[in-house]
């Protein structure tokens, strides 16, 4: 069957071209019965002409041009381009998609290590809380003092994981945290003294600043003796 269509095809051209030839044949058989007429032949002047003639002249070649179809150098260049630019575009839309779609590097942080006294509950952990307090202590702000007590208490819970420290927590919440250990009570009463002290307007003397603070040293040891 695959043979038969090509057949079919070739049959068709030649039976159209039998046609266009016999379209030329006149139809009237007229001229068949006409006289021929003869011609005398000029054998002279047959002489004459085919002196004029060259057979050594060789007919003149006809090369077709090639053409071409190179691109101009320019061109060539500003494809280059546009193809260099599209591949580092598409190189950085890959970094940056891979950047964002990992939160540990979009949303990672670089450490502060410039900490102030305004700025160490940013984080408790970084922050070098003892120069902090030993400042205050030799500047004799006490109520600064107090504070950084607290603030090292947290820093050492969060350091033996017996609560989770996040800078937006509050003091209560760690309390809750604190409900089923054995410290609950003291530190229940730290937390007292250093809101009462912090937040309070009410002015102290050195004497009781001094009293709360031994509290507050008394259980930083006892954490610090936790391994």
Known sequence: MPLFKPLIFIFLIQFT???HLAAQVPKDPAYLNENISKKSFDEIHWKSLKKELNYNE???EYKE???SYSLPFSIKSIYVKSFLFILVAAVLIYILIKLFSNPSLSNSKIPQTDYTIDT???DIHEADLESFLKGAIESKN???MIRIYYLIIIREL????IITWKKDKTNHQYLQEMTLSDDFKI???LTHYFEFMWYS????????YLMVSEQFNKYIEKLNMIR
């Open 65 to 67: 041009q090639q053409k």
């Open 201 to 208: 307007k009410k002015l102290f003397s050195e004497q009781q």
């Open 120 to 122: 160490i509950e940013e």
């Open 142 to 144: 006490y109520k600064q």
């Open 17 to 19: 071209g039998f046609l």
């Open 158 to 161: 969060s350091n033996k994981k």
């Open 58 to 60: 060789k007919e003149p």
């Open 187 to 189: 530190f229940k009463e």
